[in-house]
């Protein structure tokens, strides 16, 4: 098969590529990094004549074109399989909503569902020799997408980094029903990470002592997963693994720093395996054809399984609060959506199940709320009505804040409420033990 013929024959505008959406369609969009950019604003251009059209994404990294039309509520609705900035903006506007699902499940959800996918467009690395376009550091769930969608527009952008691992990390040719060359656009990012903050570093140095050589590392995004991984590179850590939902610029600093071999690794020796990567520009030049880095489905990074067959796993991750029975909410403040349920509890059971392994849920003891000007506690009696519980009581391995790090594992309900308290801001225990005591959760020893 002559492919450039093929290429040639397929080749396409982004406007001609935009009318192949109609009224009623469902749209995957991609992910992150991967969020057609050509298509979309061609897109927001034919959209006014369209009515209903749904749009599936997530971990968007701009604003999408086809949000800043009128009235983007009259044409549209945006499905969003994980919340972020961009995307609470348009809850507001009553066009975005969030699709509730652990993140490892999307593979199967787009294989088995019987929802329809008309359409799929998304950003891919330029074809190779054989045929087969990238699709960057988001292998994510897009094989699975490919095989459901009616549809499959592909836009070429020369910067998408080539990421290997020979799992669902790419679509041949044969299955693509249209190509738009874009118009190279850099690849979003994140901003880098500004200095710790004292919190996050009181945090970090109680997390890193607990971490052995040749652990295996899952790091979340945010201040105080990324101030452990800055840690963790100047630390005398050795022989480190990583296998991870999410690759973030944490991980390039601590295997620049030389603590990254992957030789103790049980599964995937010698490879970093991540689901999707998303940061700074140095993360995307870290991992372009870089065979030590393994691009792979979500449903492989993610399965308690694959996850448990590895010793020493450490996953470290974040949250938004906690109440006294242990709950972690990470997704919500009260009914408002913040994030999503994305691999958290995956990591948080894998790890316990792991020879060795340990999870942290890592927070701040107190936040400024804005509205108010006050100092609020993170640790709460109970969660605020309309949170989200990411990890049930019964789950939970390591809590952290600044203020210590506590195994909360067959812990009685008086004893982890007294752990969780003993980690709250000091300005906050008297009150929380006076509302663990009108719970019947409350007995003082004489650890407090």
Same mark, same amino acid.
């Given at each position: 098969m002559d492919y450039k013929e093929l290429y040639a024959q397929k080749l396409t505008t982004a406007d001609e590529a935009a009318a192949l959406v109609k009224s009623g369609d469902w749209v995957d969009y991609?992910?992150?990094?991967?969020?057609?950019?050509?298509?979309?604003?061609?897109?927001?251009?034919?959209?006014?004549?369209?009515?209903?059209?749904?749009?599936?994404?997530?971990?968007?990294?701009?604003?999408?074109?086809?949000?800043?039309?009128?009235?983007?509520?009259?044409?549209?609705?945006?499905?969003?399989?994980?919340?972020?900035?961009?995307?609470?903006?348009?809850?507001?506007?009553?066009?975005?909503?969030?699709?509730?699902?652990?993140?490892?499940?999307?593979?199967?959800?787009?294989?088995?569902?019987?929802?329809?996918?008309?359409?799929?467009?998304?950003?891919?690395?330029?074809?190779?020799?054989? *045929?087969?376009?990238?699709?960057? &550091?988001?292998?994510?769930?897009? =094989?699975?997408?490919?095989?459901? =969608?009616?549809?499959?527009?592909?836009?070429?952008?020369?910067?998408? &980094?080539?990421?290997?691992?020979?799992?669902?990390?790419?679509?041949?040719?044969?299955?693509?029903?249209?190509?738009?060359?874009?118009?190279?656009? &850099?690849?979003?990012?994140?901003?880098?990470?500004?200095?710790?903050?004292?919190?996050?570093?009181?945090?970090?140095?109680?997390?890193?002592p607990q971490i052995p050589d040749g652990a295996c590392l899952q790091l979340g995004i945010g201040g105080m997963p990324n101030a452990i991984g800055s840690l963790i590179a100047q630390s005398d850590l050795k022989d480190l693994g990583v296998h991870t939902e999410m690759y973030v610029d944490a991980f390039v600093d601590i295997a620049k720093a030389g603590k990254i071999t992957g030789n103790r690794k049980q599964i995937d020796k010698g490879r970093q395996v991540y689901a999707f990567g998303a940061g700074t520009q140095k993360l995307y030049d870290y991992l372009n054809d870089n065979p030590e880095c393994m691009s792979a489905p979500v449903d492989y990074t993610n399965d308690v399984r694959t996850i448990a067959a590895l010793d020493n796993f450490i996953s470290i991750n974040n949250a938004v609060d906690v109440d006294l029975f242990g709950q972690i909410n990470a997704e919500s403040a009260g009914i408002r959506n913040i994030?999503? =349920? *994305?691999?958290?509890?995956?990591?948080?059971?894998?790890?316990?199940?792991?020879?060795?392994?340990?999870?942290?849920?890592?927070?701040?003891?107190?936040?400024?709320?804005?509205?108010?000007?006050?100092?609020?506690?993170?640790?709460?009696?109970?969660?605020?009505?309309?949170?989200?519980?990411?990890?049930?009581?019964?789950?939970?391995?390591?809590?952290?804040?600044?203020?210590?790090?506590?195994?909360?594992?067959?812990?009685?309900?008086?004893?982890?409420a007294e752990a969780i308290i003993n980690l709250a801001h000091p300005d906050f225990r008297e009150d929380l033990i006076a509302q663990a005591a009108k719970m019947n959760i409350w007995r003082r020893s004489n650890k407090i």
């Open positions: 991609g992910w992150a990094v991967n969020t057609t950019v050509a298509v979309d604003a061609a897109l927001a251009k034919r959209m006014p004549q369209l009515e209903g059209v749904n749009f599936r994404g997530g971990i968007l990294m701009w604003v999408p074109a086809i949000f800043q039309i009128e009235d983007p509520a009259a044409h549209l609705t945006w499905n969003s399989w994980h919340m972020g900035g961009i995307e609470r903006k348009a809850v507001a506007q009553g066009f975005s909503f969030y699709c509730p699902i652990r993140y490892s499940e999307l593979p199967r959800y787009y294989r088995e569902s019987k929802d329809p996918l008309d359409v799929a467009v998304f950003q891919v690395a330029p074809m190779d020799a054989h *045929g087969f376009f990238n699709f960057g &550091p988001s292998a994510s769930h897009l =094989a699975a997408v490919c095989e459901k =969608a009616k549809t499959i527009i592909v836009e070429v952008n020369q910067n998408m &980094p080539r990421c290997l691992g020979g799992m669902e990390n790419g679509i041949h040719i044969s299955q693509v029903t249209a190509i738009v060359e874009g118009n190279n656009p &850099p690849l979003g990012q994140m901003a880098a990470a500004g200095p710790a903050s004292a919190v996050d570093l009181a945090v970090a140095n109680l997390v890193v994030s999503g =349920a *994305g691999g958290q509890l995956d990591f948080v059971l894998g790890a316990y199940l792991s020879k060795g392994g340990k999870s942290f849920i890592c927070l701040s003891s107190t936040f400024m709320n804005r509205k108010t000007g006050q100092l609020e506690s993170r640790i709460r009696p109970t969660l605020e009505n309309g949170s989200i519980v990411t990890d049930t009581r019964a789950n939970v391995h390591y809590l952290c804040t600044e203020y210590g790090c506590v195994n909360l594992k067959g812990l009685s309900t008086w004893q982890k």
